[in-house]
């Protein structure tokens, strides 16, 4: 006896044959980026919920600065300073060099900035 295979449909062919009148829907699906790639987005959004850490972001915009000049600049002691940029450094939205004893930090690159800058403008329209 002949074993029949079927094979589920895909979301186009289901589009054809479905009417419940969500074509955009079963359009749109197909062009979702993954669960892991969105949980990551997720991730790095969670970042920006700090106002420490945006602050310390917009400090470092077009300008390289020590742990000691952003605590001055955010108003913040050094240790909270140190303690939010790992966790920047841990996103990649921030890179440091030594020079001699101090630590220097600027943004990442210019995705960051842009970032920043785009919320701003959002939030000030």
Do not use: W
Request: a negative charge; charged letters at 20%; glycine letters at 4%.
């Amino acid at each position: 006896m002949a074993q029949t295979v079927v094979e589920e449909p895909t979301i186009q062919e289901s589009s054809l044959s479905c009417n419940c009148g969500c074509e955009q829907a079963h359009e749109t699906a197909p062009e979702m980026p993954d669960e892991e790639l969105l949980y990551d987005l997720a991730d790095l959004f969670k970042v920006f919920a700090d106002t420490t850490r945006i602050k310390i972001l917009y400090a470092l915009m077009g300008r390289e600065l020590s742990v000691g000049d952003l605590a001055e600049v955010i108003g913040a002691t050094q240790s909270a300073v140190s303690h939010q940029l790992r966790t920047l450094k841990q996103a990649h939205l921030v890179k440091f060099q030594r020079d001699g004893k101090n630590v220097i930090y600027s943004l990442s690159d210019d995705h960051v900035y842009t970032m920043i800058a785009q919320g701003m403008t959002h939030i000030c329209e």
